[in-house]
């Protein structure tokens, strides 16, 4: 059992020191990608203040009606991309291409809808850039549960485990050491 405890320990330790080098890989990772999100945060809402504003203009110079008869539905193709860090797979960027609408409208609706094409495109990146902040915190959590449960229970088990059973064989190798000097020396040598 002494062999086994010993290789279990040296295990526990190595695996101890692999999941630190993850959590601070992760961790590192998280602010980048938290600083990531937040700055396209900041993109998306001040897109969407934008084309507010630029449909607030549409709607003064062209009326309600003509903002209507140019808001055909555009479609959408969003394209996500994926990278692994540390074994935690998250989006890596985003990219959203809307199709061009086709009838007349004056300027100010095309400046509108190209705002809230924009708009779409900002919101798509921050939706990205937040899932992988999620997933990336998700994984940094279990990482870091996993590395207490090795410190703070395992290796402490392993060692007190260890520790037993040294002490077991100890007592084992004296009495067996105070055995043969008996069988030697008669039963009196032992005593001393």
Do not use: N
Not at 107 to 126: F, I, K, P
């Amino acid at each position: 059992g002494r062999l086994w405890l010993v290789q279990r320990l040296a295990v526990a330790h190595r695996a101890a020191g692999l999941l630190d080098r993850k959590l601070q890989v992760l961790t590192r990772e998280l602010d980048t990608l938290r600083a990531a999100a937040e700055q396209t945060r900041a993109d998306w809402e001040a897109a969407c203040r934008e084309a507010e504003r630029r449909l607030l203009r549409a709607v003064l110079l062209g009326g309600e009606r003509a903002v209507r008869l140019a808001s055909d539905v555009d479609e959408a193709d969003v394209t996500v991309w994926y990278t692994v860090t540390m074994g935690a797979r998250h989006p890596a960027g985003a990219r959203c291409a809307v199709g061009r609408a086709e009838g007349w409208e004056g300027a100010a609706v095309a400046e509108a809808r190209q705002a809230y094409r924009t708009a779409l495109t900002a919101a798509v990146q921050h939706a990205a850039a937040a899932a992988a902040v999620g997933v990336v915190e998700s994984e940094t959590t279990a990482t870091r549960y996993r590395l207490r449960a090795v410190r703070d229970r395992w290796i402490p088990r392993l060692s007190e485990a260890l520790a037993a059973v040294e002490f077991s064989l100890e007592e084992l190798e004296r009495a067996d050491t105070a055995r043969l000097r008996r069988s030697r020396h008669g039963p009196s040598a032992g005593l001393g």
